[in-house]
Nanobody
């Protein structure tokens, strides 16, 4: 199992940037696919981005071109760089890890495909 701790959330204005970080513990971190999901009040948790086990980086259409996911396996870190933030990006953001090695990127769009979750970090974007 991998333990995950997110940080970097905050209150920003529309158009600003934030970088979320996810610190992972566990010797097998590099073998996990990593993802970011978000959940706004009263809404379902939704997929944002992932790094698959073979290096793919799928994104939700709503963030494509604005967000970038990356990982530093030497430091056991995953990042989500968020640019051109919009009020609709306001949500709690969760880092997650998936042990499964699927060749279908769509596998990683589903929260059920992930085994471990962080506690979340709040991002609020004001207009």
């Amino acid at each position: 199992q991998v333990q995950l701790v997110e940080s970097g959330g905050g209150l920003v204005q529309a158009g600003d940037s934030l970088r979320l970080s996810c610190a992972a513990s566990g010797r097998t971190f590099s073998s996990y696919a990593m993802g970011w999901f978000r959940q706004a009040p009263g809404k379902e948790r939704e997929f944002v981005a992932a790094i698959t086990w073979n290096g793919g980086t799928p994104y939700a259409d709503s963030v494509k071109g604005r967000f970038t996911i990356s990982r530093d396996s030497d430091k056991n870190m995953v990042y989500l760089q968020m640019n051109s933030l919009k009020p609709e990006d306001t949500a709690a953001y969760y880092c997650c890890a998936a042990a499964a090695k699927s060749y279908r990127e769509s596998y990683y769009y589903q929260a059920g495909g992930y085994d471990c979750w962080g506690q979340g970090t709040q991002v609020t974007v004001s207009s």
